[in-house]
């Protein structure tokens, strides 16, 4: 799916095509050697695994944030209110005891639409956008973000598991009440 990009008249610019970017090979089935240690900790094939569904999911977020800009850029309402909330995993411990210290939690969502709507005659303060691998199950949610997403329907927002850009794209226009292009 690419979206027009339209410039305004006298900007000098030109309408062209926005592709969203590549996203990696879907793994084909289970890893290999997925074994629990016996110390309990994770083996290497899970870990693994683990950053493979992390590289596909902030791919599928990268797919979904370039059709919010396409969006922005046509001037659809409330697309410039729609923003990713980083809280992935530091690089060092440093970084992550900074994060921490600035407001990191565990779980919270990926993506913001912070724009008040009624949908179905349920007024939302905003909408929470949990992202998963399109081939994901709703097992892949951890207990901190199944206890962010309880605690943040009970507050008003509307919060929601997708798996992959496409479905994040038709949760947001619908929640947005955009018409299909």
Not at 146 to 158: E, I, K, P, T
Request: include cysteine; charge should be neutral.
């Amino acid at each position: 799916m690419s979206a027009q990009v339209n410039y305004p008249r006298g900007s000098g610019r030109t309408a062209r095509p926005v592709a969203p970017p590549r996203l990696p090979q879907e793994p084909t089935g289970p890893p290999s050697g997925t074994s629990a240690p016996e110390d309990g900790g994770r083996s290497q094939d899970q870990a693994r695994a683990r950053r493979r569904n992390v590289r596909i999911e902030d791919a599928e977020q990268a797919a979904y944030v370039a059709e919010v800009d396409a969006a922005i850029a046509r001037d659809l309402p409330g697309a410039d209110c729609i923003f990713s909330i980083p809280n992935a995993n530091a690089a060092g411990p440093i970084v992550g005891q900074t994060l921490k210290e600035t407001g990191r939690r565990a779980g919270v969502p990926d993506l913001l639409i912070a724009v008040p709507r009624e949908v179905a005659g349920i007024r939302y303060a905003g909408c929470f956008l949990e992202m998963k691998r399109p081939a994901g199950a709703i097992s892949d949610v951890s207990a901190e973000q199944r206890g962010w997403l309880d605690r943040l329907a009970a507050r008003g927002y509307m919060a929601v598991v997708v798996f992959g850009w496409r479905e994040a794209w038709a949760v947001t226009r619908r929640y947005l009440e955009w018409d299909e292009d």
